[in-house]
């Protein structure tokens, strides 16, 4: 396929680390990408239908790979996936697909798809009922890790252990009206593994060592190189399928117990950590796969 007038966008900040990776990737080929916000998407039915974003068509470009999707209210965030949508059925390129950005970036939705394909996920009780999630962590042995439905990073993850802590925190969950969403500690030496896949291609992974529990980069664990095992490959494939993804990151947790567990399957991954020990040049890599190189 020629590049000459070919026409990328990334939805995502044009300032940020992987923006400036994806577009000397893309220079490197003879495109310019443009650069949008998915909150800055204007859609119009009627006498024209399509979607813009300033003066620009979206749906007469060729390539939409979206990196960053705003957090804001369930109205904003219902109406930037229906537009994403709406861009798809126009016959738009969409990397990931909206649909699939859907399945990942909701932790209950994941795991019940990975759980549904028959993949190893941890114990999970997910409620809207305060009392239903007390008695989920008597039955989870007084061990949970609770997690937010959406989110990344680490950031609003808790792991409670003692009864007292437990009905303080779901007092204040339910003062917040969000969801009660809780998975049974697994012990694994403080580390977990994350395989960034694109397409069913495993392009790089690492161990990421934490402190503690917490094994996210952001919170403070250090990457390591790793050559992940064929099962465990097979594993994150698995995983890539339920989901349906182009390219993401799934991250895998070696239990004590001697179960790799599906933890989640990241939609929009960083890879800033990951690059530092990794041959491939991971922007490379995806824009290949979106030229379909």
Request: charged content about 25%.
């Amino acid at each position: 396929m020629s590049n000459k007038n070919f026409r990328a966008v990334i939805l995502a900040d044009p300032s940020g680390w992987h923006s400036e990776q994806l577009r000397a990737a893309f220079q490197r080929r003879g495109i310019e990408p443009s650069f949008y916000s998915t909150n800055r998407l204007q859609a119009r039915l009627g006498t024209e239908n399509g979607i813009r974003s300033g003066l620009e068509r979206l749906d007469e470009t060729d390539l939409i790979l979206v990196r960053e999707v705003p957090g804001g209210s369930l109205e904003q965030i219902i109406y930037r996936m229906d537009a994403l949508h709406q861009l798809e059925d126009s016959g738009v390129r969409i990397i990931n697909t909206p649909g699939a950005i859907e399945k990942m970036v909701d932790k209950y939705y994941t795991s019940s798809l990975c759980a549904s394909a028959g993949l190893p996920v941890p114990e999970t009780v997910v409620t809207e009922n305060g009392e239903e999630a007390m008695q989920a962590f008597e039955a989870l042995g007084c061990d949970v890790v609770v997690k937010p439905l959406f989110g990344s990073r680490g950031v609003g993850m808790v792991r409670l252990t003692e009864r007292d802590t437990a009905r303080r925190v779901f007092s204040a969950l339910e003062l917040g009206r969000y969801i009660y969403y809780l998975q049974k500690y697994i012990p694994h030496g403080d580390y977990d593994v994350r395989l960034f896949f694109i397409g069913e291609e495993c392009t790089a992974a690492m161990t990421r060592h934490g402190s503690g529990w917490k094994t996210n980069l952001s919170q403070g664990a250090e990457p390591r190189p790793f050559n992940p095992p064929d099962d465990m490959l097979e594993l994150g494939r698995r995983a890539v399928r339920a989901v349906r993804a182009d390219y993401c990151g799934v991250d895998i947790l070696p239990g004590e117990d001697g179960i790799s567990y599906i933890l989640e399957v990241n939609s929009m991954p960083s890879w800033i950590g990951l690059q530092t020990v990794a041959e491939k040049n991971i922007a490379n890599e995806l824009v290949r796969y979106c030229l379909r190189e």
